[in-house]
């Protein structure tokens, strides 16, 4: 029993899984089923990666189970990850106190309370006063994510999507009905239809977006399904490089990495140089939570300086805790977000089986494992630079440098206008620990095809003798 609850302790310190993403073979399979091409999937799998692409339940066969869902041996009720994960960590004995799942979503409806609060900040105060809080309720629908309803002043999401959508997908929903709510109550809309221009006003006024109702389709599936455009052809190519930066060969796979960035940064010139009109988006990097590490802050700072996108910590309501806390959400081209993302899982994941090699002997503790965590993230920001200086002498344009576009800091402007910065609390530091950590930092590949069935096995980890 207890080693049963300390590798569960190792698996949940680990992610459980939660930050991968599916990758084009699992689209392709749920691109079958959408032709009409598919009996089902049977797989030994359980990370969930089929039902992120969107094959249906009914389809996808987990002959060990699923890591979103668990069963509790006892009573037989099926609880969500997130709601194990924290009683494991935190209450390992409150297992007899384990709460209906009405009780996740009571903390999901108290968490669109706590964003319908923090969502109208953004208003005047004169407008701010009109508006008083609604109810809130979840109900199963399919040709809807979420609608207003002036008669009842309720706000009512898709159970299907607070229950297994992210939280930015939830939250970019729930503001669009807010917008409804403050055209009908604020703006008074009488004899406007729902989507008129009054409507057009409040969303510019909240910060929310027009178009995410009806059939529209949630934030991820819009950021991570793959639509082929133009510029997917130059991100097929850097897929392609980032393939060959899998080599065994130190060389070969870093050449094949800087090639991947001067491309994604040729991509980025090229895009500002045309001026021609860009989409924005911005999506949640990692959990909500009450608090995060000097880790957190250097690994958003790689990613903003180096990927293209505009990064800031937002306030965001953290499930398990029942209140709001902080997460770092990016902007940027679809293209750039969907890179961003992939590095920064990428890293976290690098770092995460390298202290594990690195503590196997040692036994350091938590702070000392951010040590090494900041030292692998600034030992491969300096590799980054370096790469970039040398790309700047062989080619004036295609450096992997901070371009900034314009037109998304115009978009950062609007969407944040009150910002204020967070700064990681500075602890002691242990200087030996963090130089190692830059070393292995320095060896950092990224490259393409990380999944789930990486973790733990170090082929996918590139690190030369
Ligand atoms: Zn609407």
């Not at 957190?296 to 029942?322: P, R, T």
Request: glycine letters at 6%; one cysteine or more; proline letters at 3%.
């Amino acid at each position: 029993m207890k080693r049963q609850k300390k590798q569960w302790k190792i698996l949940v310190k680990g992610g459980l899984f939660s930050s991968v993403r599916p990758n084009q073979a699992h689209y392709i399979i749920a691109e079958l089923e959408k032709i009409g091409k598919l009996d089902c999937v049977i797989t030994q799998n359980i990370d969930n990666l089929y039902r992120k692409a969107e094959n249906s339940p009914d389809k996808v066969f987990e002959l060990h189970g699923n890591m979103r869902l668990v069963r509790c041996l006892s009573c037989g009720e099926q609880y969500s990850m997130e709601y194990i994960k924290e009683k494991l960590m935190y209450t390992p004995k409150a297992h007899k106190s384990i709460p209906l799942p009405q009780e996740l979503e009571r903390s999901i409806l108290h968490g669109l309370a706590c964003e319908w609060e923090t969502a109208l900040w953004v208003l005047e105060s004169s407008h701010r006063k009109l508006m008083r809080r609604p109810l809130f309720s979840l109900r199963d629908m399919t040709s809807r994510l979420g609608y207003w309803s002036s008669e009842r002043r309720e706000i009512c999401l898709s159970r299907n999507l607070v229950l297994h959508h992210p939280w930015d997908a939830v939250r970019e929903v729930l503001l669009h009905e807010i917008a409804h709510q403050f055209a009908n109550e604020a703006l008074s809309t009488d004899g406007e239809p729902p989507h008129g221009p009054k409507f057009c006003t409040a969303c510019k006024l909240l910060r929310a977006n027009p178009k995410a109702s009806g059939n529209y389709s949630s934030l991820h599936e819009r950021i991570f399904h793959e639509v082929l455009s133009p510029e997917d052809k130059i991100m097929l190519r850097v897929k392609k490089l980032m393939a060959l930066a899998e080599s065994q060969n130190q060389h070969e796979a870093e050449l094949a990495m800087a090639k991947a960035h001067a491309l994604v940064a040729k991509y980025n010139v090229d895009l500002i140089a045309r001026n021609e009109d860009r989409d924005f988006i911005s999506v949640f990097v990692g959990n909500p939570a009450l608090r995060h590490f000097r880790i957190d802050y250097h690994l958003a700072h790689l990613i903003q300086d180096f990927y293209f996108v505009y990064g800031l910590w937002v306030s965001a309501y953290v499930l398990e805790k029942g209140k709001m806390g902080r997460v770092l959400e990016i902007s940027g081209t679809v293209q750039n977000t969907k890179i961003a993302c992939y590095v920064h899982d990428f890293v976290q994941q690098f770092i995460h089986s390298q202290w594990h090699q690195y503590n196997h002997d040692k036994k350091l503790n938590h702070y000392r494992m951010i040590d090494f965590a900041v030292g692998i993230v600034e030992g491969f920001r300096s590799k980054l630079k370096l790469q970039s200086k040398g790309e700047k002498k062989t080619s004036t344009k295609q450096a992997l440098i901070k371009v900034t576009d314009p037109l998304l800091l115009e978009y950062a402007d609007h969407r944040y206008p009150r910002t204020t910065t967070f700064r990681g609390r500075i602890s002691s530091q242990d200087d030996n620990v963090l130089r190692d950590g830059m070393k292995v930092g320095r060896k950092l590949v990224i490259f393409k095809g990380i999944t789930d069935k990486g973790l733990g096995k170090n082929k996918i980890f590139q690190i030369a003798p």
